[in-house]
């Protein structure tokens, strides 16, 4: 059997040592990013006395779409897909120390995907893949609550959530949440979701309810208690709810009457008190007059 040449060898461990010294860092797990923030996308690189900017090539990529590019000591961007123009920057001055983490400004759910730094340099070069998520924390639970005939309806609403949440309703603690209707609906511009859900009960009297709306990539879980309490008439045999828990609202047009009705008063105390001041005015002139002819 035919062995190497010491020269071989040698040639062989360098080589091997050579690549199994360059390698690149990037996360390990897929990264998320919040709805409007920055996002930091880590990626370094080994450096030592020999390193040169001049020779150093970042590129990070997401799928074919280049995100941004730096070589001959500087961003190029020519080749830049447009969804990403504006949004990116590396960390120039920390490139001596191997940094090519990458910002990514103002981001949305339409950034999500697997992004790849690549960078080459006059010691070695490697690229290396991670994923990206997008999500958004889902506003406070807006609770609306109206009486029917034998019954009561409840609507709760959130928005300005990514990605889709799970919804669930609870009564006593069992599940009813299939005697629910919910919609769930994608802004067109933000990616943003909006949800509703109704319940309607009937024929029920105390009541203990919970809404739980679950957010699973930011472990977000909101939780309302809603109780109850139904007043029944022996007279009529109707019952009248009343529900702890849920948010009253002033119906618009009530609000604006009541804002121009205060206005209205207020124009009126006015009007009326520089009336009675021009009466005073005018009757310690005719006072002072009487007093002088007298004199």
Not at 69 to 75: K, N, T, V
Not at 84 to 95: D, G, K, P, Y
Request: glycine share 6%.
């Amino acid at each position: 059997m035919k062995q190497d040449s010491p020269i071989q060898q040698v040639k062989g461990k360098r080589q091997r040592s050579f690549y199994a010294e360059f390698e690149i860092t990037v996360p390990r797990d897929t990264v998320t990013g919040f709805y409007s923030e920055a996002l930091i996308l880590r990626c370094s690189f080994p450096v030592d006395s020999s390193w040169d900017l001049q020779s150093t090539v970042i590129t990070w990529q997401r799928g074919l779409d280049v995100v941004h590019s730096f070589y001959y000591s500087q961003d190029q961007l020519d080749r830049q897909n447009r969804h990403f123009v504006n949004r990116t920057s590396l960390f120039i001055q920390e490139m001596a120390r191997g940094n090519a983490s990458l910002r990514l400004d103002k981001v949305s759910p339409q950034d999500a995907g697997v992004y790849t730094c690549s960078i080459s340099t006059n010691t070695g070069s490697q690229k290396k893949s991670f994923g990206v998520k997008i999500a958004a924390f889902y506003s406070e639970p807006r609770l609306l609550f109206s009486l029917l005939t034998d019954g009561v309806n409840l609507l709760v609403t959130s928005d300005g959530g990514y990605p889709s949440p799970t919804l669930q309703w609870l009564m006593q603690n069992s599940d009813i949440t299939n005697r629910t209707q919910t919609h769930i609906a994608q802004d067109t511009q933000t990616g943003l979701y909006v949800v509703s859900s109704w319940l309607n009960l009937t024929g029920v009297s105390n009541s203990s309810l919970t809404f739980i709306l679950h957010n699973k990539p930011l472990g977000q879980d909101i939780r309302r208690d809603i109780q109850l309490y139904s007043d029944k008439s022996e007279k009529q045999g109707e019952s009248a709810y009343r529900c702890h828990g849920c948010f009253i609202y002033i119906p618009v047009i009530l609000l604006l009457l009541l804002l121009i009705v205060m206005s209205l008063l207020s124009v009126f105390i006015t009007r009326r008190s520089r009336r009675e001041q021009t009466k005073q005015n005018g009757f310690t002139e005719i006072k002072s007059k009487f007093l002088m002819e007298n004199v």
